[in-house]
């Protein structure tokens, strides 16, 4: 069985110390080992980075920003070859990986207008033959603690904003797929990259901890659950750094009587049972406002997920592949013990499902609830699977409060023909990312993606333009460069143009 192991300043390095398996999710079987950094695999990587730093620092902006454009082609040339790998040890279907691998290039295509996006502001006679300009310089060594649902796109998130900002990183990505996040990083060495620039260090909590209390490492970027989105924020600034963490989700789509419907239940199907349902912006909950509207909707999706293709991710043409692990698997199923425990009604049960030809597999087929309460942990808890749960509500106030009031703020949509109803729902709804009949309201790379509430811990939103200020400092410089024959006179008053 072949052994993942690590990246550091350009080679890959064995350190023959702690492994874990990495499945294929479709058969349940262990495909390959991934090495896990203990802190002094970790500390190799920091010094790479931070002798990497000084010359990298001083490189012209438009020169890194040509190891992107070589970067991107690169990418897009091995792109079936990443979204197998992707779909082999995720098990996301071909084409979501595919997907998930565009969206990661949009990110590189933003960093390669690093010279634009680094100019600074300048003005001219702030005072008198005073000159000021504000200039964006890297903070140094910085490091990115990634998630499994995401293993190219996430990433890439991170890693070229921060490197064409003129900063070295660490990577530490998801033991459970790291194959994938590998192979990219090694493209972009290929694509001309200094060595120690980026560097790739798999492992798990050992490791995580080794970044947090590391001095050399100014910042750091995480996506993942929730607690350990909070763990990270709160160590990480105990030990002074810059933290943006990213956590979990329960994203809702309020579907008012006036929607078309036709087109809302399509898009619910791909949103909540897309990639499986592991997706920090998949629809959990679909809140119909009025009974005959959730009369309606049940009735147009049961034959749907019912119909759902569903197999190994590595099949063309399918809905659906499995779940990441067989822990996952039996959270999802025990989520769905626990619905029916409390009262709600099980319309679709995916519990039985068997792949044929996949039977160790982890799958757990469309579920659908309906008549889901506030109180049920069905309704409270991130379930992360195929389980899309519907809640009755009276009116869109209704809707929203009960949107207001939960504790995540990822994502949410509204389905509507009402443009009154829809500006009224993006002025006062608490939720970061706000989709009008936009069922997965994922920001474009030129604008930032971030949750409110418990699903993002910190100020600063991932990539676009929060990106590029999460990866910089702001030095402020003012000049004065009086004419040789001026003389001025000391001045205690306070400097002003009063
Ligand atoms: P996770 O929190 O288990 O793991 C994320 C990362 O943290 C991994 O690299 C993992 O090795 C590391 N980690 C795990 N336990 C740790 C610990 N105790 N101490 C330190 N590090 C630890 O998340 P996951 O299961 O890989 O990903 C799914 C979660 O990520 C979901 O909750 C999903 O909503 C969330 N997510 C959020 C976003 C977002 O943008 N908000 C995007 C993708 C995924």
């Known amino acids: 069985m072949s052994t993942i192991a690590h990246l550091i300043n350009g080679e890959i ?41 000084p010359a990298w620092r001083n490189t012209p902006p438009a020169k890194r920003a040509q190891v992107m454009f070589r970067f991107k082609q690169l990418l897009e040339a091995n792109k079936d070859k990443i979204a197998a790998l992707i779909s082999e040890e995720h098990g996301k279907t071909l084409e979501d990986a595919l997907g998930e691998l565009q969206r990661g290039i949009e990110n590189v295509e933003y960093a390669c207008g690093a010279p634009e996006l680094l100019k600074g502001e300048y003005n001219r006679n702030v005072g008198p033959a005073i000159d000021s300009w504000s200039d964006f310089q890297p903070l140094g060594v910085v490091a990115g603690i990634t998630p499994f649902n995401f293993p190219a796109m996430v990433p890439l998130w991170m890693y070229p904003l921060a490197i064409v900002c003129g ?4 990577l530490k990505p998801s033991e459970r797929d790291p194959s994938s996040t590998l192979l990219i990083a090694e493209l972009l060495h290929e694509a001309g990259l200094p060595k120690g620039v980026l560097n790739v260090v798999n492992g798990d909590k050992a490791a995580v901890d080794a970044l ?3 001095p050399e490492v100014k910042a750091i970027s995480f996506v993942g659950s929730t607690p350990i989105a909070e763990y ?7 030990h002074g750094k810059r933290v943006q963490a990213l956590g979990g989700a329960k994203n809702h789509a309020v579907v008012l009587p006036d929607a078309d419907l036709d087109n809302a239940v399509n898009a619910l199907m791909g949103a909540a049972y897309g990639s499986c349902g592991e997706r920090c912006m998949a629809i959990s909950v679909v809140v119909a406002v009025g009974d005959q509207v959730a009369d309606a909707l049940i009735e147009r999706l049961v034959p749907k997920i019912q119909a759902l293709k569903i197999g190994a ?5 399918l809905d659906m592949g499995p779940l990441v692990s067989a822990a996952a698997r039996d959270k999802v199923k025990g989520y769905i ?13 995916g519990r039985q499902l068997v792949v044929p ?21 069905i309704y409270q808890e991130e379930i992360f699977g195929p389980v899309l749960c519907v809640v009755r509500a009276a009116s869109l106030e209704q809707a929203m409060q009960l949107i207001n009031d939960h504790e995540y703020g990822n994502g949410t949509c509204l389905f509507t023909r009402d443009g009154e109803a829809a500006r009224l729902f993006c002025d006062e709804i608490e939720v970061g990312m706000v989709g009008v009949n936009v069922p997965l309201p994922v920001p474009v790379s030129y604008h930032s993606f971030g949750g409110w509430k418990r699903s993002l811990f910190g100020d600063l939103h991932a990539y676009g333009p929060d990106g590029v200020r999460f990866y910089t400092k702001r030095k402020t410089i003012t000049q004065r460069w009086p004419q040789r024959a001026s003389h001025e006179a000391a001045q205690f008053a306070f400097p002003s143009n009063g």
């Open 13 to 53: 390095v064995f350190r023959s110390g702690r492994t874990t398996a990495v499945y294929n999710p479709a058969l349940g079987a262990a495909i390959r080992q991934v090495e896990l950094a203990d802190a002094s695999t970790v500390q190799q990587a920091i010094e790479a980075a931070q002798a990497a730093f």
């Open 167 to 170: 900063n070295c990183f660490i």
């Open 212 to 214: 947090i209390e590391a």
């Open 232 to 238: 990270i924020y709160r160590e990480a600034n105990k």
């Open 313 to 317: 991710g590595t099949a063309c043409g």
């Open 337 to 349: 013990d626990a619905g029916v425990a409390q009262g709600a009604k099980l319309v679709v049960d």
């Open 357 to 377: 030809g996949c039977e160790d597999g982890y799958f757990v087929g469309g579920t659908l609830f309906d008549q889901v309460t506030p109180q049920m942990s």
